[in-house]
């Protein structure tokens, strides 16, 4: 996928954990980044390789390689109102231009 494919628009969400009055603790997604990226569903095939459901809603996310924010396992993605639990994160391009993000609708 290209710079020019990267036409829809996400927010990428990092937690804050909070105690409560009851010695637990909360937790909240905020928006840490919002940016254009490259969003491809996956087909039902390429879900099951990554050992989920055929029925999960499956997205490949392409983002700049350079980004402030940190995108790993404990952000969520939302995208035209679907709230998605990253699943991995490859970043093996060589030119250290994009990274795919392998995430799931959240059910």
């Known amino acids: 996928m290209s710079v020019g494919a990267r036409n829809r628009y996400i927010d990428i969400q990092t937690v804050a ?11 909240a997604y905020t928006s840490a980044k919002k940016l254009w990226a490259a ?8 879900v ?12 490949e996310i392409e983002i700049p390689f ?3 924010t940190t995108v790993d396992e404990t952000v969520q993605i ?5 709230t998605l639990k990253v699943h991995s994160v490859i970043d093996n391009d060589e030119a250290r231009t994009k990274k795919i ?7």
């Open 17 to 27: 954990r909070t105690p409560d009055a009851i010695g637990g603790r909360s937790s």
């Open 66 to 68: 350079y980004l402030e």
């Open 48 to 59: 099951i390789e990554f050992g989920q459901a055929a029925d999960m809603k499956g997205y």
């Open 78 to 82: 939302v995208y035209s109102g679907r």
């Open 39 to 46: 969003v491809k569903p996956m087909t039902g095939r390429r």
């Open 101 to 107: 993000i392998i995430a799931f609708e959240k059910k």
